[in-house]
């Protein structure tokens, strides 16, 4: 009944059809600010109860890196953990509907630890995958499993393609998500009314977790990691994995610039670098038309074909991108910041980036720098 038009992960998605449940939601269309502060790490009280059990979901034509990545933030939690002198903070199973091998859609098979229907008490952190999830998401005991064992974990989370799955159990109904940028316009489509944020790489609304593709579990991961045992330790885990604790950039999914580099006309391929190189200088529709011989007229046109928005859109994005990096990086004042990455002032910087990220400047480095120990200057203002 409802497999038809359910998203794989890598093919492209049918055009057919699908019969799916609505939700009543309030819509907005940002705030992933607020989807990243993270709750107060855990108390020694907690890490003496003994380890929280975190189960990971799968079944046939999951994702693979769905589940490694994000396990592997764990499991490094647990070392980095035993190198401190501290309890192990997690105890980590694999979930199916029946234990043994499942096949991924590489092709790679992962091996559940027990079924599903065994692991009803003792979760803590529930996390389901991405993948070709028509099948799972179809499945009536799959769904009556999931709404059985809600009230019983902390958190529930899903990567990727997952929050089909949740969306279609009812869980995600007035809550806020995101999912692949591939299936972003499918899933507004079918679920009309959850609102879905398209451009972060996680999404927190109360206990339940949603991630954008893939490699965007281990960010989400690393969150969670981040509110049981705090930030340092978060920290080592993300230098073991080699990855950041906050992506450089922000919480953008798709920024402006990784989209545009995708475009396939010649003249407009060598322009998104050219943009971030001089960010601090005129990057009017008429600056870039000239910069690739096109009228600006033409360019505006193929250039929203091509890149999915305005020439004027995507330089923003870009300008927040670049000052994102400053804020989390550097010392600069924000004046400064402002003028390197083409505002023109700090005060027109502050309204971008309310509009773009839902916070002013001032806050928003306060809470990802990642030079925590130097404070920001205390003359800036907001």
């Known amino acids: 009944m409802i497999r038809r038009h359910m998203m794989s992960y890598v093919p492209p998605v049918p055009s057919d059809g699908w019969k799916c449940r609505s939700f009543v939601i309030a819509a907005s269309d940002r705030r992933l600010y607020a989807s990243l502060v993270p709750s107060s790490p855990s108390s020694p009280a907690d890490a003496a109860a003994g380890p929280r059990t975190v189960a990971f979901l799968i079944f046939d034509g999951a994702q693979s890196l769905d589940v490694t990545g994000p396990l592997e933030v764990f499991a490094q939690a647990g070392e980095c953990a035993r190198k401190r002198g501290l309890p192990a903070p997690y105890a980590i199973e694999v979930l199916a509907e029946t234990p043994g091998p499942v096949r991924m859609t590489s092709g790679l098979r992962l091996v559940a630890d027990r079924a599903y229907d065994d692991a009803r008490e003792g979760i803590d952190t529930l996390i389901l995958a ?80 949603t991630s954008a593709g893939v490699t965007a579990g281990i960010d989400m991961a690393l969150a969670l990691v981040e509110e049981d045992l705090g930030r340092p330790l978060a920290l080592d885990v993300a230098r073991r994995l080699v990855v950041f604790l906050k992506r450089p950039g922000g919480q953008s999914q798709f920024s402006a610039h990784l989209a545009a580099q995708a475009v396939e006309v010649e003249a407009l391929r060598g322009l998104p670098p050219w943009i971030l190189e001089h960010l601090g200088e005129d990057l009017s529709n008429d600056r870039l038309a000239a910069h690739v011989g096109m009228s600006p007229r033409n360019f505006a046109r193929v250039f929203r074909r091509e890149s999915g928005c305005t020439p004027g859109k995507f330089v923003e994005r870009a300008r927040v991108d ?61």
């Open 322 to 382: 670049a000052a994102r990096r400053f804020l989390e990086d550097g010392d600069s004042g924000l004046e400064d910041v402002a003028r390197r990455c083409g505002f023109g002032s700090g005060e027109q910087m502050r309204r971008t980036f309310m509009r773009h990220v839902g916070v002013v400047p001032i806050d928003y480095r306060r809470r990802f720098r990642i030079q925590t120990e130097q404070p920001a200057n205390a003359g800036e203002t907001r």
């Open 130 to 209: 991405g993948g070709d999830v028509a099948p799972a998401a179809s499945d009536p005991r799959l769904r009556a499993w999931l709404l059985d064992v809600r009230p019983v974990v902390r958190r529930l989370a899903s990567v990727c393609s997952g929050a089909f799955i949740l969306a279609e159990a009812g869980l995600l109904d007035g809550r806020r998500v995101t999912t692949h940028w591939l299936a972003v316009r499918l899933f507004r489509r079918l679920y009309p009314q959850i609102e879905l944020d398209a451009d972060a790489i996680f999404v927190r609304d109360g206990s339940i977790y």
